[in-house]
């Protein structure tokens, strides 16, 4: 590649961490960052032991349990799930052995993997940062090159700090204009997806770019680039700027000073080139953007808060048409029913897609002096204890405890049914987190994806409502 050709942020990335490339193009990627948690390090660390083998950058990796943590208590007390106990105890054992910084239950910064690593300055622009998660699109929004692997890719970078990859095809999602009242980054990203679909973004690594993505804050970016896999990119990135140094100043981890001075200086060279050629282009405007709810069991059946659940009868195809028809059955949803109609048993604000402070406050001013509709049971989880810590200290959690919510420990909880935290057969979650797909949050559960503010205006009225008639 000539050195003068115009680069995507996403190149540029790759570029600086190609080992070698083999002549279809794969190449062996240096890693930065290993983010651990778990789920899927178990057999990673059993392979390095049978093969003998150290992991190659101890202070590169860091661990933590998040998934299966209860979020009670009970994680003070001892784990009472002999399933989840033996997850967090083997993660113990391993990163005793291997070496690997780890952060225990006990401790103030742990969390969700993807709330930890931007929170405590582990993710850093320009890096590369994998981890046995599909989240991990999340980290991109500090202008990095983010994505999920598997755990025999897992045992595979422990052992060498590299990972071999295909090249990926370069998009870049714009959206102009300024976002409405009482809509989020959540919206934007739901609609996106609405837009291209759970496979638009199939075999691409996606740029947010436009007016709307540089006006957000971080947390706004972060919810954004976690949902990326939700629209089937390999990852998805958000060029870094004067917010993401802003950032990035003030997380412990980070470096300082003149180092800080020497990165900032570097990390500005990275924003793709103003002539650089995306392989795909999707626009999107602001004005068109209104607060999303799904209604499905698939992030792209997605519509405004004003619209109505789908008719299937609408639907020419006959695949799709008995699709929705099983996802109406599902969910137990009439067609044509107004969504605001819909009356939900549960509300679950949290996940690391939104269990961020920015994500508290947010539901905080709609909750602030109401109380949730009688007969609805609402839990929030901050994403990190740090999360936790900064809303008490907001008193945030008097103002979501006066409401009637459940204030939690920090972990991935009712976002998927892995550990107590878990939706009833046949319960309706108005949720913030990512997927809603058939039991994700437990057995028969129905999961409706929206933002923490409408998260939250659900949970006063008692149904799916348009939160800009609340505020
Ligand atoms: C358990 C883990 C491997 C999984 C993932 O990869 O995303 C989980 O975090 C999820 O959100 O479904
Ligand atoms: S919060 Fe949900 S989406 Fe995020 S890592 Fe945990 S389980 Fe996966």
């Known amino acids: 590649m000539s050195a003068t050709k115009p680069r995507t942020l996403f190149d540029k990335i790759w570029d600086a961490h190609v080992v070698e490339t083999l002549p279809d193009g794969t190449s062996l990627l240096y890693i930065d960052r290993h983010l651990t948690h778990e789920v899927t390090s178990p057999q990673a660390y059993e392979g390095l032991r049978l093969s003998g083998r150290k992991v190659r950058r101890p202070d590169a990796t860091i661990a933590v349990v998040d998934h299966n943590v209860p979020t009670d208590a009970t994680r003070f007390t001892g784990v009472n799930e002999a399933e989840s106990a033996l997850q967090i105890a083997t993660l113990e054992k391993n990163v005793k052995e291997f070496g690997v910084p780890y952060i225990p239950l006990n401790d103030k910064r742990q969390g969700i993997v993807h709330i930890i690593g931007p929170e405590l300055g582990l993710s850093l622009p320009g890096m590369t940062i994998v981890c046995g998660d599909s989240h991990t699109s999340t980290h991109g929004a500090m202008g990095s090159l983010a994505f999920g692997i598997g755990t025999s890719e897992v045992e595979h970078v422990l052992a060498t700090q590299t990972l071999l990859q295909k090249p990926a095809k370069n998009m870049r999602i714009t959206v102009d204009g300024v976002l409405g009242r009482g809509v989020t980054a959540k919206d934007v990203m739901l609609a996106i997806i609405g837009k291209i679909g759970t496979a638009g973004g199939t075999g691409y690594v996606v740029e947010y770019a436009g007016e709307v993505i540089r006006a957000l804050d971080m947390a706004g970016r972060m919810t954004i680039c976690n949902m990326s896999i939700e629209a089937g990119a390999r990852a998805g990135m958000v060029a870094p700027d004067d917010t993401t140094f802003a950032y990035v100043a003030e997380r412990p981890m980070a470096p300082k000073g003149e180092a800080l001075e020497r990165a900032i200086e570097y990390w500005r060279t990275l924003p793709s080139d103003p002539d650089a050629v995306f392989d795909a282009e999707v626009y999107l405007h602001a004005d068109d953007i209104a607060p999303q709810v799904t209604w499905g069991t698939s992030p792209e059946t ?56 920015e994500d508290i406050r947010a539901a905080a001013a709609i909750l602030k002096g109401r109380k949730i509709a009688p007969g609805v049971r609402a839990m929030a989880v901050p994403g990190s204890g740090l999360v936790k810590e900064q809303a008490e200290a907001e008193g945030l959690d008097k103002i979501l405890i006066e409401a009637g919510f459940e204030w939690r420990e920090a972990g991935c909880s009712m976002c998927l049914g892995m550990n107590p935290d878990k939706l009833k057969p046949g319960e309706r979650c108005a949720s913030t987190s990512n997927r809603n797909f058939e039991g994700r949050q437990g057995p028969g559960g129905r999961t409706h994806l929206l933002s923490p503010a409408m998260a939250a205006a659900a949970a006063v009225t008692g149904h799916l409502v348009d939160v800009r008639e609340i505020n």
């Open 302 to 357: 997605v519509v405004p808060v004003t619209g109505r659940v789908p008719d299937p009868a609408a639907e020419p195809d006959e695949a799709k048409r008995a699709q929705i028809q099983r996802m109406l059955d599902y969910m137990d949803l009439q067609p044509n029913t107004p969504i605001a109609e819909v009356k939900i048993d549960a509300v679950f604000l949290g996940s690391c897609t939104n269990g961020r402070i």
